[in-house]
């Protein structure tokens, strides 16, 4: 196809200095203020179904008040049975204290309260620990209290239904931190769910691990108090500055205490954007501004489902785990790309803006040297810029990772970055301001040069007649938002329609219809599967399915097509999805 129509243009003049005022004009975004506000959500156990997320949540109103916004707070349902799109909710639940003992060791939930595993019931036990690693060892576990590593929503139930007394879960690289481990159950769950549930760091369940291996007999002893109530408050906070259409910025408040990088940076984040887009927005902004707390998932396929008018939105920039430092672990600001099936230049800017804020030192010959580690990424899953990428809306996400401290206790704030605050908060807002006020002939110049550089990087790979055209495609719909002329809509017959959707997971699958739960949950196994089914199906409502998962193969590289059609097969079974 040779280079998409409407980029054979001579080579574009990058918008160098004349797009990087807008990063000075970000130079008012305050890290300190990111700081203090991580210190003030971390203070909750922001568990979903819980009473102190709301907490959080009611915190976060108030103060976007006092910042002089009008938010408004949405309660929805956590019961355990009410459904959002492809999720039922957990049971609401709240801890009240736990602890367990095991090789003279006590660990109680003072110390941190990811000692009870979330959504446990509660219960006292005591008895001899089987390690379980193997299928064969589900055979000697009646009586006896589970220790398990990994798969630990699926082992849980397994040990209810053989008898098991207690459970204990670990999970490798915490170290000695506790790790966090959710059971998310639903009211139904806890017609089998009985035994309490905890967690303990990993250089513990080593330890008993190797005395048991051993051969000697190790007891545990737990006692857990939970309480269970009928329903609590699902808190959707959202606020808006300006007209629509609106460029909204999310963040998930859900998570353990401390759970300082995940994610109270991303919601902290968020409320010093809405603070200084409130006070600088003026009438001539070609875009308004939105912000949305939610709880990760749930609160978002919620807020979809009965609040959204998804055609205000152009775009939708994803807050999470933004404070990770880079001097641990490898830690990368990684920038994750909207979906081929949604390309948009809101990618490229942010990219853009994220490097300009990361130059640092000099090189020899006095170039700018990158402070952080900083790189771009193919759209990949795990947070709320997912739901809206679904339902049509361009959604992209910076996240720092990886972050050895990861759902655990000791996500805690002094282990966060101010300079990665910096970097990711002067990108965003710099990002925010530019799409509302550059004008026209820059951002149309600028469109054209990232569509060359997408399709320039992925064309040293693969061949990209699938992509020039949905790149072309995405530049189409910049243009309606941005009053550009980029772009052009290919009319393609679609492969299918995706007419339920969300989040697809093997519990969905499961409710309706158990044997394709099985089948799917088989097939998904590990990796990027999940992701590739995801955006196949974005793809699939764009182009017949040969072209479907060309496109895919050509954003990806190598896939599995054999297993991704049986997936989409399934999904077709269970309703999922229509063929065309």
């Given amino acids: 196809m040779g280079v998409a129509v409407g980029l054979n243009t001579p080579p574009p003049i990058f918008p160098g200095e004349t797009m990087r005022r807008f990063l000075k004009e970000a130079g008012v975004f305050d890290p300190e203020g990111v700081l203090h506000g991580i210190a003030r959500i971390s203070r909750f156990h922001r568990i979903q179904g819980s009473e102190e997320l ?19 707070l949405y309660e929805e349902t956590y019961d355990g049975r009410t459904s959002y799109l492809t999720l039922k909710t957990p049971i609401a639940w709240d801890l009240v204290r736990g602890e367990v003992e095991v090789l003279g060791e006590r660990l109680t939930t003072s110390l941190s309260p990811l000692v009870v595993m979330a959504h446990s019931p509660g219960g006292e036990t005591e008895g001899e620990i089987a390690h379980v690693a193997r299928e064969d060892d589900w055979e000697n576990v009646e009586g006896k209290v589970v220790l398990v590593g990994r798969d630990w929503r699926d082992a849980y139930r397994r040990a209810n239904e053989r008898g098991a007394v207690g459970f204990i879960a670990y999970r490798e690289g915490t170290g000695n931190a506790v790790p966090y481990i959710g059971l998310f159950l639903t009211r139904e769950d806890l017609e089998w769910a009985r035994i309490p549930a905890v967690a303990v760091p990993e250089n513990l369940a080593k330890r008993i691990i190797g005395r048991l291996n051993s051969g000697e007999k190790v007891k545990a002893r737990m006692e857990v108090e939970t309480l269970i109530k009928e329903h609590q408050v699902l808190p959707i906070l959202y606020a808006e500055v300006g007209k629509a259409p609106f460029i909204l910025f999310t963040a998930h408040i859900c998570h353990p205490k401390p759970g300082a990088n995940d994610n109270a940076s991303g919601s902290a984040m968020l409320m010093e954007l809405a603070r200084i ?3 600088i927005y003026d009438n001539s902004f070609r875009f308004g501004f939105a912000f949305l707390w939610i709880p990760e998932y749930y609160g978002t396929q919620a807020f979809i489902e009965r609040y959204a008018e998804l055609e205000k939105y152009y775009t939708v920039i994803n807050l999470d785990m933004v404070a990770g430092s880079p001097d641990r672990a490898g830690s990368t600001v990684m920038l ?17 803006f994220l490097e300009l804020a990361n130059e640092g030192g000099e090189s020899f010959s006095g170039s700018p040297l990158p402070r952080l580690r900083l790189r771009s990424f193919p759209y990949e899953m795990g947070s709320d810029h997912d739901v809206f990428n679904f339902f049509g809306v361009p959604a992209t996400m910076p996240i720092t990772w990886p972050d050895r401290f990861y759902h655990s206790s000791e996500d805690t704030i002094e282990k966060l970055s101010r300079e990665s605050i910096e970097v990711i908060g002067k990108a965003v807002l710099a990002t925010a301001i530019a799409l509302a006020k550059a004008e026209k002939e820059e951002l149309q110049r600028f469109a054209r040069g990232y569509a060359m550089k997408y399709l320039g990087e992925l064309s040293m790979k693969r061949k990209t007649e699938e992509a020039e055209r949905l790149v072309m495609r995405g530049l189409a719909r910049d243009s309606r938002f941005l009053g550009i002329e980029l772009g052009h809509r290919f009319k393609e ?30 097939l998904m196994g590990r990796g ?7 955006e196949l199906l974005m793809l699939g409502e764009i182009l017949p399915k040969g072209r479907a998962l060309r496109s895919l193969r050509e954003e990806y590289g190598e896939v599995d097509d054999e297993r991704l ?9 269970a309703g999922v999805v229509e063929f065309l």
């Fill in 54 to 72: 709301v907490k959080a949540v009611r915190i976060l109103e108030n103060e976007l008040k006092r910042y002089g916004l009008d938010p408004k």
């Fill in 277 to 279: 887009l409130n006070r």
């Fill in 336 to 352: 994750v790309r909207t979906p081929l099936s949604r390309f948009s230049i809101v990618s490229g800017l942010l990219e853009y």
């Fill in 493 to 522: 017959k679609p492969w299918l329609v995706w007419k339920i959707r969300g989040i697809l997971s093997e519990r969905f699958l499961r409710e309706r219809n158990e044997k394709l739960g099985e089948e799917f949950a088989k």
């Fill in 528 to 534: 990027m599967t999940r992701v590739h089914l995801h």
């Fill in 565 to 573: 059609e049986s997936l989409v097969a399934l999904l077709g079974e």
